[in-house]
């Protein structure tokens, strides 16, 4: 499986920014995707995570609220609808999916920078 992020960019305080993660090399179903970040100078977090059916959702305590994730699986694709944007987002976001039954994130996007400016 190839993950390719993109969507990142420099925003203002407030803002709003649309991330998306497009897989290919295998069937997307069945796979569970989510979204990491990585601030500079700190390990990297889970941001939110959507099942393999898109029905459950669950998002770290500080984005809840403001981000959102879905996905599309006719496109093959995750996005992270990210809302009121503040300079502690700031960080490179990395896609990542495992099969569904699996307990490690097995793949991982390149990842795309989001910088909040204040």
């Known amino acids: 499986v190839q993950l390719q992020a993109s969507g990142g960019g420099l925003v203002q305080t407030g803002s709003s920014l649309r991330l998306s993660c497009a897989a290919s090399?295998?069937?997307?179903?069945?796979?569970?995707m989510a979204w990491f970040r990585q601030a500079p100078g700190k390990e990297r977090a889970f941001v939110a995570v959507?099942?393999?059916?898109?029905?459950?959702?669950t998002y770290a305590d500080s984005v809840k609220g403001r981000f959102t994730i879905s996905r599309d699986n006719a496109k093959n694709t995750v996005y992270l609808q990210m809302n009121s944007l503040k300079p502690e987002d700031t960080a490179v976001y990395y896609c990542a999916t495992k099969y569904y039954t699996d307990s490690l994130w097995a793949y991982w996007g390149q990842g795309t920078l989001v910088t909040v400016s204040s």
């Open positions: 090399g295998r069937t997307f179903g069945r796979y569970t």
């Open positions: 959507v099942s393999w059916t898109g029905g459950s959702t």
